[in-house]
C-alpha cells in the first residue's frame, strides 16, 4: 500500500484551470464542472481511491455498496477543498459562511496573551478554518508543516493569487522551526499544526485509532508540550455549499505530556471522521 511521502499533490495546469474557471464564471459554474472533474479521478485514481476505500471497509465498516458511493462524494468534497481555498487567494471567501461550535475558547485564549496551538488534522478544509479565523479573532496564524509543495505550483500561486494568506514556518533539520514558533508564542500568536500524518522516518506515537493500530507523528505533541501556551484541537468541515462547521475543543491548559496530548486528540479525529467520513482527506495506507 502507498505511504504520505510529505509532498502535497497537484499539477500547475490543474490550479490554472481551477483559478482562471473561479475568475471567470464564479463558484457555482466551477463546483458544476468540479463533479465531472471528480468523478473521472473516481475512475482513474486508484492509487488515492484504493487507500480510503480500505479505510471505508475496515475502520468504519461501510458495505460495498456504501463504499462505493462515498468513495465518490470523498473526491467531490476534496476537490471542493481546493476551490474553496482558491476563492479565498483571489478574494471572493465573502460567499462563505459558518457556525462556530467553542468560538468564546479561542478568544480567551488570544485574550490570555500566550498565543495558542492549534492541532487539526485532515478532516474537512482547515485552511478555511484559518481564513476564517484571521477576520474573528487574529490577524497572524502560523502554520507549521513541511515545504514540500512543488516550486513551481507556489510560483504559479503567488504570482496569480498573492499566494498563502499564512505565515508559514517549514520544519527543518536544523530545528529553526522551534524558535519560530516560540517567537510566535511570545507576540501571542496562534501556531496551527496538523497532527495526523506520519512521515516514514519520523519519530511516532502509535495509537489505537477506530480499533486499529495507527502511527501519529509525534513532534506536534513534543510541541504542545514543550510550550507554555494553551492547546486545542480546530476542525472545519463543510456542511453545505458555501457553509461550514467549525470547532475548537476546550483549551488544554495544564502541562501534559506529548503521549497525553495525542491520546485526547486520536479521540476528538475519530469523532470527526466518525461525524463526516466523507470529508477524510488522507490517500494513504492509514493503518499500515
Not at 474557471?21 to 463558484?27: A, E, S, W, Y
Not at 458555501?242 to 475543543?249: E, K, P, V
Amino acid at each position: 500500500m502507498s505511504q504520505w511521502n510529505g509532498k502535497s499533490k497537484g499539477t500547475v495546469i490543474g490550479y490554472r484551470i481551477f483559478l482562471n474557471t473561479i475568475k471567470i464564471f464564479g463558484l457555482p459554474l466551477t463546483y458544476f464542472i468540479l463533479r465531472f472533474v471528480a468523478f473521472y479521478y473516481f475512475i482513474f485514481a486508484s492509487k488515492s481511491r484504493k487507500p480510503v476505500e480500505e479505510f471505508y471497509k475496515n475502520a468504519l465498516k461501510f458495505s460495498a455498496d456504501k463504499i462505493k458511493k462515498i468513495t465518490c462524494k470523498n473526491f467531490y468534497y476534496f476537490g471542493q477543498t481546493l476551490v474553496d481555498r482558491a476563492a479565498f487567494l483571489m478574494k471572493k471567501g465573502n460567499r462563505f459562511t459558518y457556525t462556530f461550535t467553542n468560538e468564546n475558547c479561542l478568544i480567551d485564549m488570544k485574550n490570555a496573551g500566550k498565543g495558542g496551538i492549534l492541532l487539526s488534522g485532515h478532516v474537512g478544509n482547515w485552511e478555511i478554518a484559518g481564513n476564517l479565523l484571521k477576520s474573528r479573532i487574529t490577524s497572524t496564524i502560523n502554520v507549521l508543516m513541511l515545504d514540500e509543495e512543488e516550486k513551481k505550483i507556489k510560483q504559479y500561486l503567488k504570482g496569480t493569487t498573492g499566494g498563502s494568506h499564512f505565515n508559514i514556518i517549514p520544519i527543518k533539520n536544523d530545528l529553526s522551526h522551534v524558535i519560530k514558533v516560540n517567537n510566535a508564542l511570545l507576540n501571542n500568536e496562534f501556531v496551527a499544526i496538523h497532527a495526523d500524518r506520519y512521515l516514514e522516518g519520523s519519530k511516532f506515537i502509535e495509537l489505537v485509532f477506530l480499533g486499529k493500530k495507527a502511527k501519529f507523528p509525534l513532534g506536534p505533541f513534543i510541541i504542545a508540550s514543550k510550550f507554555n501556551a494553551p492547546v486545542t484541537f480546530v476542525f472545519a468541515v463543510k456542511e453545505k455549499k458555501y457553509h461550514y462547521l467549525l470547532s475548537a475543543t476546550d483549551p488544554i491548559m495544564e502541562k501534559l505530556t506529548p503521549e497525553e496530548i495525542a491520546k485526547k486528540f486520536v479521540i476528538e479525529l475519530e469523532k470527526k471522521v466518525t461525524l463526516h467520513p466523507e470529508q477524510w482527506f488522507n490517500y494513504y495506507d492509514f493503518h499500515k
